[in-house]
């Protein structure tokens, strides 16, 4: 019986992939100038050694099919081609995708731009669609303004979006599906901040000082990076202060030059703040027979920015942003109901990849308070503490 080929794969698909890689150069000629890392220009030649190390990868198959056939005559197919020669191109590939992980961590992949901002819509489209539950109206408005917003060549101003709800109803997940699909390192990025009142600005009698670091983060984030996510948790906590300072980057900017595309910026401000009366308008809207997904933004918008100026426990509602019309668009966030919470209840299971049955979806979600108190129809955390209380069903 023959035996089968106990050499290591890797060296022969590894060995050409190298020797295709060192075959190349870049630019001839001892005038030829070095690229500087990050700077946009080395895109090209990379480009150029991406496809001479795949064919390097298809070269290699034929190596292995050929060696086989030669050492081992009696394990050749009738169409020439050895064993297993189906594995080596999945091998080159993954070297091809680590060598590719690896060149973009030290250099800029992006023909023209900024090599970690990925703005990949695609990928939002998906997370919105399928990790978000509950939140159509959310879904369908932050995909079509935000992708809108950075397809324009050249944006007059800043993108204001106002994220509003109950919490645990998926307003700070929206939140970072943004930041890691518009940037390859998520919320790490450092084109991306993240303020929380409480953390960030707790004390109101150093509102001044606040206000002067808030500035300069902005500002120096801004000179950084050509595209900029702020983003602003607890926001109907800010201080009146900071809310007004924020309102210089967030007005219309004069005309920039018309040969040169202008910079983008993105704040969200995200709060609890009309969460009471988005659920009531919704509780009302179910009641008389309206089809939940059927909810428009024109049953919310109107009661929602009435509410938000007529709550006194908050400044957001009286602050320049409101007054000057600079936020562009209130989005609602939806109080979640039983299936909702099943739901959520399923994604924990997934994404820890653990087993789970139907039966223990309903007893997680039958863990939640709905309110009101007749009708029991909305989660009063939304799925806030769903992956946590998945531990209680574990062996």
Request: proline content about 7%; hydrophobic content about 40%.
């Amino acid at each position: 019986m023959p035996r089968g080929p106990r050499l290591p794969l890797w060296p022969w698909v590894l060995l050409p992939l190298l020797a295709g890689a060192l075959g190349h150069r870049g630019p001839a000629g001892p005038g030829a100038a070095a690229e500087e890392p990050g700077s946009g220009r080395n895109w090209p030649a990379f480009q150029d050694l991406k496809e001479r190390l795949r064919a390097a990868v298809a070269l290699s198959k034929q190596y292995w099919e050929r060696f086989c056939c030669h050492v081992w005559p009696e394990t050749c197919r009738q169409d020439g081609k050895g064993p297993l020669a189906w594995s080596l191109p999945v091998l080159g590939q993954q070297y091809l995708d680590i060598l590719t992980t690896w060149y973009c961590s030290v250099q800029d992949c992006c023909a023209g731009g900024d090599c970690r901002i990925s703005n990949n819509f695609t990928g939002l489209q998906w997370d919105l669609q399928v990790r978000l539950h509950g939140q159509h109206l959310a879904r369908e408005l932050v995909l079509t303004t935000v992708r809108g917003y950075l397809e324009l060549p050249r944006p007059g101003k800043a993108l204001a979006l106002s994220f509003h709800g109950w919490s645990g109803t998926g307003k700070n997940f929206v939140a970072r599906m943004l930041a890691e699909n518009l940037y390859r390192d998520g919320l790490r990025s450092d084109c991306v901040s993240v303020f929380i009142t409480m953390l960030h600005f707790p004390h109101p009698r150093l509102v001044d000082l606040y206000k002067e670091q808030l500035l300069d983060q902005v500002r120096k984030t801004q000179e950084r990076c050509p595209q900029t996510l702020f983003i602003f948790d607890e926001a109907e906590k800010l201080h009146p202060t900071l809310l007004d300072a924020l309102g210089s980057h967030l007005e219309p900017r004069a005309p920039e030059d018309h040969r040169a595309e202008s910079p983008r910026a993105i704040f969200l401000f995200l709060s609890n703040l009309g969460g009471n009366l988005i659920n009531k308008v919704v509780l009302d809207l179910l009641k008389a027979g309206q089809p939940r997904e059927e909810i428009a933004l024109e049953h919310l918008a109107p009661h929602l920015q009435a509410a938000l100026v007529a709550a006194t426990d908050s400044g957001f509602g009286h602050s320049r942003l409101l007054k000057e019309n600079l936020i562009d668009f209130f989005v609602p966030f939806l109080p979640l109901e039983y299936h909702h919470v099943r739901l959520c209840a399923r994604d924990a299971f997934l994404t820890q990849e653990l087993p789970y049955t139907e039966e223990v979806l309903d007893e997680i979600a039958k863990m939640v308070v709905y309110v009101p108190k007749e009708e029991q129809r909305f989660s009063s955390q939304g799925c806030k503490s769903i992956a946590q209380r998945i531990n209680y069903f574990l062996p």
